[in-house]
T-cell receptor
Framework: DAKTTQPPSMDCAEGRAANLPCNHSTISGNEYVYWYRQIHSQGPQYIIHGLKNNETNEMASLIITEDRKSSTLILPHATLRDTAVYYCIVRSTLGTYKYIFGTGTRLKVLA | EAGVTQFPSHSVIEKGQTVTLRCDPISGHDNLYWYRRVMGKEIKFLLHFVKESKQDESGMPNNRFLAERTGGTYSTLKVQPAELEDSGVYFC????????????FGEGSRLTVL
């Protein structure tokens, strides 16, 4: 079973920041938080990942709480092309490192 | 750099027939994963190869599914005989050796079993 909980859907106005929350209260010390998105029926696309520090790249920022029990993905200026299902995944660095996908958040960016 | 490629993009077969899906990972990627998404459900892990060895096949649904990765390059996933509930999208992903590396997914192979 997925170790994360996300809201099923969210709307965001174009040009505004999209803040997608994720709860992972049972995360353990060797587990990273990854975010992927799936646009329509394409293959999932990597966005960002982190362990405990906040991370930023050209696509997004990842804010992880100090206790690591939750995180927020921030798309700073959402565009219509960011409409997708966003998956927050907790992944172990031990064993097979497989991802366990949950149901994700369906983000709709509105014009 | 070429991404993960999958073939065919869509396959329609009759129940009881055999289908073979192929995945070509990114060159140099030792890790290769198969996932699938059946209608209305979440993306589910099937198995993981490290080079030609099966590291984890705990997600394979039953013995009608056979995955191979001869020579540690491309991989095939054979379904024989196919059942209606096998319909869905099968994704392949690859990554380098690092245990924190991102997965690169292909566009998927859509399987429809009639």
């Amino acid at each position: 079973d997925a170790k994360t909980t996300q809201p099923p859907s969210m709307d965001c106005a174009e040009g505004r920041a999209a803040n997608l929350p994720c709860n992972h209260s049972t995360i353990s010390g060797n587990e990273y938080v990854y975010w992927y998105r799936q646009i329509h029926s394409q293959g999932p696309q990597y966005i960002i990942h982190g362990l405990k520090n906040n991370e930023t790249n050209e696509m997004a920022s990842l804010i992880i709480t100090e206790d690591r029990k939750s995180s927020t993905l921030i798309l700073p200026h959402a565009t219509l092309r960011d409409t997708a299902v966003y998956y927050c995944i907790v992944r172990s660095t031990l064993g097979t490192y497989k991802y366990i996908f949950g149901t994700g958040t369906r983000l709709k960016v509105l014009a | 750099e070429a991404g993960v490629t999958q073939f065919p993009s869509h396959s329609v077969i009759e129940k009881g027939q055999t289908v073979t899906l192929r995945c070509d990972p990114i060159s140099g990627h030792d890790n290769l994963y198969w996932y699938r998404r059946v209608m209305g459900k979440e993306i589910k892990f099937l198995l993981h190869f490290v080079k030609e060895s099966k590291q984890d096949e705990s997600g394979m649904p039953n013995n009608r599914f056979l995955a191979e990765r001869t020579g540690g390059t491309y991989s095939t996933l054979k379904v024989q005989p196919a059942e209606l509930e096998d319909s869905g999208v099968y994704f392949c992903a690859s990554s380098q050796g690092s245990n924190t590396g991102e997965l690169f997914f292909g566009e998927g192979s859509r399987l429809t079993v009639l």
